[in-house]
């Protein structure tokens, strides 16, 4: 174990006062054959420890590219980080190299997935696979690494752990598998967790129970996690920050009380609106017109603006309004976002 | 009770025999009337769906359309009633034909029941329904996959309403679209039911969606009816434990409320159907369980302590939103 | 009301998806070179005389083994007639074994596996053990068992080689065909017609079947470039054409005897076997993924 982390120690650049992870003005974009799809567009965020950052969005906002870029999982071709940097304490991981990298992805940043029953490997027992990271990066005997696999399910709450560890991926429920999925993922002690949609597949109460455990495993380890996720509920749950992605570019980024307060951006306020509320029955739900932009023709200045009641003509035109600092600790990048605020 | 357009008397489907999807449900859809009916996936919500517009044939019981059996009808009489009850489907990817123009599926009711529109007026039809979902009817050219999710399920609305139906039935119609599409179409439905007088089945796991459409609310676990009445009566003053942790499990948009409302977190996950637990079927997971649930199955019923439908033995309003 | 929620930037044409997948075909190379190739053996089958004006029936035994000249490209053989000649005219003869044996295990093929894709259970059961049996059959010795039987004393054996190759190859389009049925008839869209109350002929004909089509035709490119080999293979070893008979299995056979004293007229034949064949299998795949709906 000593050994790994002087391994990462020696890391050029390290430095353990920095963040743990900044990512600066990240560019991905797709080069397919109907044209160039600009996923991310300049999208800069950071994460503390034991921090819960939600990145907000819809379907192709860009979210997820960004979390496969930060990962380092992200297909090439077609994706291709054009710009940016991703900083884990200090060091750009885009420009280390590959040994180096799938060090830190094994060992510092880890990732759990929407779909846990294909993000296992379904010829091996959960407890092999398990106890196979143990092995591989740790250097566990067969029996230590057995035991600290049943400790992990443990960890998780998986029942009857002892037993369990011999059975296959499709044995267990999705709920289960999740929990499974949530133990490989934090086998290795990761300081950066990123879920991407970890509950979107599930049922409600099964949802609460990861989330409530998600959220416990946080605090023992005091690990930063970058919840990604289009559903409100469960970011005014359990996140700190929230970062809103629109058009693979961050809108508004502001602490998780402000937001839900008072938005400063009209997509956020229009996301809020539209969701139905108790107040409101019997009346129309606030919709957003129109749809999305297609990625391979966003439109120029504010993304947003073919669909905004706020916009005016600097709206339109390039370049695209600047984060502009709202409070502390708080940006949106809207041009009008004191009308947006109401003040 | 002259204006009930739907009406299901102890409705049964087991499959392969044993595994019992749906297991015994009555219910009484009204003119006008959107019931909602809400459930994890497993407790038989789709079957019930398929049952009701007839895509699957009842084990046993019945499904009244306007008092006709719709289990009982053959050919063309079957395929008569089978206009007054339509549906829209969850997934606007896989509900509409990838090979066949919009025109041709909105316009498809038409050629099956040649009866409804003459042959020459069923373009200007086909139209008029685009218009009134809200797409461009000069589009009847093109094909599905041109179409973004949510105009794709505007589609398949616009096709569950060809044949002017009272009833539809609408399978999950707003889970696969984004927030910002949900919206639109959930104020679609709304419209379309105002103008044409439609009464809904709504069948979602969307506790606020459901809330915010529906009249009346029946909460499903494991094939069964656990309680049901009207929305408020549901979402608060809630007297079966599973409504009550349902509810309970479903985020607020509110970080205000982070930390003050009394979750209460099931624990495991939903039995078998196949091997549905003895009496209540929910008391494996339940708090309040004692011995008689495990002998004696309750019925969906006012109680003492429950003024609308529920079916359990402890029956007890008991808000979790309201905990704090 | 017009649509407020139709962005500018969705193509406005109406584009079918045999339509985008034309436009992928469009640029794969695969898929030129393949179907170009094709195209070449396609004519060199019905209009031999455009490539060659000899008579690859006259032969002259003084001829024996001479090397190229004039109209005659790749030289003579041992019985002194026009390699080329012979190669040419020899692909009208493999080519049509060919199709005509697709075609009818295709036909079989279609019939079986919509049946039991469509009709489930008793049916299927049936029909899929029958593919079973006739899966079971060794292929060489099936055909060489078949061919024997079928074809007549003096004819040339084309009948018996097709009959053959067709009744043992059609199991694979069957299955394509019965899992591609399986796959239509469990969408969406269809439950959406029989909730219209459509008949069953219209739910075959008009949902199940378009959206079930393509495998089945990828599956024909492949058969096809198989059977003429296949065809080749039986002619190889004296059950296929026979007589008079040209075609690229009868002038390998007799060729592979002399290879040893003269290898032109074995290479000939064979490059072209192989072309054909690699090309109908290469546009075969190409096809396929240009419909393959995974990266619709």
Same mark, same amino acid.
């Given at each position: ?343 | ?324 | ?17 045999? @339509?985008? /997948?034309? +436009? ?5 190379? *695969?898929?030129? %070179?393949?179907?170009?190739?094709? #195209? =070449? ?78 009709? @489930?259970? /008793?049916? +299927? ?5 029958? *593919?079973?049996? %006739?899966?079971?059959?060794?292929? #060489? =010795? ?50 959406a017609a029989r909730m219209l109350g459509a008949s069953p002929a219209r739910l075959m004909f008009r949902h199940i079947l378009p959206n079930a089509f393509a495998p089945f035709i990828v599956v024909m490119a492949l058969l096809l470039g198989a059977n003429i080999a296949a065809e080749a293979t039986l002619s190889f070893l004296g059950v296929g054409l026979k007589g008079d008979a040209i075609s690229w299995g009868v002038q390998i056979a007799e060729a592979q005897k002399h290879a040893r004293v003269a290898p032109a007229p074995l290479i000939w034949p064979s490059t072209f076997l192989a072309a054909t064949v690699l090309a109908f299998i290469m546009l075969g795949d190409a096809v396929r993924d240009a419909f393959d709906p995974k990266l619709r």
């Amino acid at each position: 174990m000593t050994d790994i982390k002087a391994q990462l120690d020696v890391l050029p650049g390290l430095d353990p006062r920095a963040p743990l992870l900044q990512v600066n003005d990240l560019h991905v974009e797709f080069r397919t054959r109907d044209g160039v799809a600009k996923a991310v567009n300049g999208a800069s965020f950071w994460l503390n420890p034991g921090e819960t950052l939600a990145i907000l969005g819809e379907s192709g906002c860009g979210k997820s590219v960004t979390a496969q870029a930060i990962m380092g999982i992200l297909e090439t071709p077609p994706g291709h980080i054009t710009r940016g940097e991703i900083r884990y304490r200090g060091v750009d991981l885009l420009k280390v190299r590959e040994a180096e990298r799938r060090r830190v992805r094994a060992n510092r940043v880890a990732m759990i997935f929407q779909d846990a029953l294909s993000a296992l490997n379904p010829v091996y027992t959960v407890g092999f696979q398990l106890a196979e990271l143990f092995r591989v990066h740790r250097g566990a005997s067969r029996a230590d690494a057995k035991s600290r696999a049943i400790e992990l399910l443990d960890q998780v709450r998986i029942p009857a752990a002892k037993s369990r560890i011999n059975d296959y991926p499709h044995q267990f429920s999705g709920g289960m598998r999740q929990r499974v999925m949530i133990a490989m993922a934090l086998a290795l002690d990761p300081e950066v967790l990123i879920a991407d949609e970890p509950t979107t597949a599930l049922d409600v109460t099964v949802q609460a129970q990861i989330m409530g455990l998600l959220a416990e495993l946080q605090r023992q380890r005091n690990m930063g996690l970058i919840l990604i996720t289009h559903d409100m509920g469960v970011v005014a749950d359990v996140a700190d920050r929230i970062s809103v992605m629109y058009a693979g570019r961050i809108v508004e980024e502001a602490p998780v009380y402000d937001i839900y307060a008072r938005p400063a951006h009209p997509y956020t306020r229009a996301l809020l609106e539209s969701i139905p509320r108790l107040d409101l029955k019997g009346q129309q739900l606030t919709a957003i017109r129109g749809l999305p932009p297609a990625l391979t023709a966003i439109p120029a200045g504010c993304a947003f603006h073919p669909r905004c009641g706020y916009a005016k003509e600097p709206c339109r035109q390039d370049p695209a309004p600047p984060a502009y600092a709202v409070a502390p600790r708080r940006t949106a990048r809207c041009h009008f976002f004191r009308e947006v605020l109401g003040e | 009770m002259s204006d009930v357009v739907l009406e299901t008397k102890d409705l049964v489907k087991h499959f392969k025999g044993e595994i019992r999807a749906v297991d015994g449900v009555d219910l009484q859809l009204r003119r006008g009337e959107t019931l909602g009916v809400v459930g994890e996936s497993g407790c038989g919500k789709s079957t019930l769906a398929k049952l009701l517009v007839g895509l699957e044939k009842p084990t046993s019981g019945a499904v009244a359309v306007r008092g006709q059996d719709m289990t009982r009808l053959k050919g063309g009489e079957l395929r008569r009633a089978r206009r007054n009850i339509q549906m829209v489907l969850q997934d606007p990817y896989t509900s509409l034909n990838p090979r066949m123009t919009v025109g041709d599926i909105v316009g498809e009711p038409f050629e099956i029941h040649s009866e409804v529109v003459p042959k020459g007026k069923r373009q200007q039809a086909v139209q008029d329904l685009l218009d009134t979902v809200g797409l461009n009817p000069d589009h009847i050219n093109r094909y599905p996959h041109q179409f973004s999710g949510g105009q794709r399920q505007r589609i398949g609305i616009a096709r569950a309403l060809a044949l002017k139906p009272e009833i539809i039935v609408c399978d999950e119609p707003v889970s696969a679209l984004d927030v910002s599409i949900q919206a639109q179409v959930i104020n679609l439905l709304e419209r379309l039911q105002d103008d044409f007088g439609l009464s809904y089945i709504f069948i979602a796991h969307d506790l606020s969606v459901v809330r915010h459409i529906s009249d009346r609310v029946a909460v499903m676990y494991l094939g069964k009816i656990v309680e049901q009445g009207h929305d408020v009566a549901i979402y608060d003053q809630p007297t079966h434990p599973y409504t009550q942790a349902l509810l309970s499990a479903v985020p607020v948009p509110d970080p205000r409320l982070r930390g003050h409302r009394k979750q209460i977190v099931l624990e495991g996950d939903v039995p078998s159907p196949a091997n549905p637990p003895s009496g209540c079927r929910f008391r494996t997971r339940c708090w309040k369980a004692q011995h008689v649930c495990s002998e004696q199955e309750p019925l969906l019923q006012i109680r003492e302590r429950s003024p609308h439908p529920s079916a359990c033995h402890f029956a007890e309003i008991n808000n979790p939103l309201r905990g704090r | 009301m017009s649509d407020p929620t139709l962005p500018a930037t969705i193509d406005t044409r109406p584009r079918s998806l045999s @339509g985008d /997948a034309w +436009d992928d075909l469009r640029h794969s190379k *695969i898929f030129w %070179v393949s179907s170009g190739l094709a #195209l =070449l053996i396609l004519l060199m089958a019905f209009f031999p005389t455009l490539f060659t004006s000899a008579n690859p029936a006259d032969c002259t035994l003084s001829r024996q083994y001479a090397g190229p000249s004039g109209g005659a490209l790749f030289g003579f053989d041992y019985q002194g007639c026009d390699v080329f000649a012979r190669t040419i005219h020899g692909a009208g003869n493999s080519l049509w074994v060919g199709l005509l044996a697709t075609l009818l295990a295709g036909v079989i093929g279609l019939f079986f596996g919509m049946a039991a894709g469509y009709f @489930g259970g /008793a049916v +299927d059961a049936i029909l899929s053990r029958g *593919i079973d049996i %006739v899966l079971g059959i060794p292929f #060489l =010795l099936g055909a060489v068992v078949f061919s024997g039987r079928l074809s007549g004393a003096g004819d040339d054996g084309v009948t018996a080689v097709t009959l053959t190759l067709g009744l043992l190859t059609w199991t694979s389009a069957a299955r394509v065909m019965r899992s591609s049925v399986v796959a239509a008839k469990g969408q969406d869209y269809v439950a959406a017609a029989r909730m219209l109350g459509a008949s069953p002929a219209r739910l075959m004909f008009r949902h199940i079947l378009p959206n079930a089509f393509a495998p089945f035709i990828v599956v024909m490119a492949l058969l096809l470039g198989a059977n003429i080999a296949a065809e080749a293979t039986l002619s190889f070893l004296g059950v296929g054409l026979k007589g008079d008979a040209i075609s690229w299995g009868v002038q390998i056979a007799e060729a592979q005897k002399h290879a040893r004293v003269a290898p032109a007229p074995l290479i000939w034949p064979s490059t072209f076997l192989a072309a054909t064949v690699l090309a109908f299998i290469m546009l075969g795949d190409a096809v396929r993924d240009a419909f393959d709906p995974k990266l619709r």
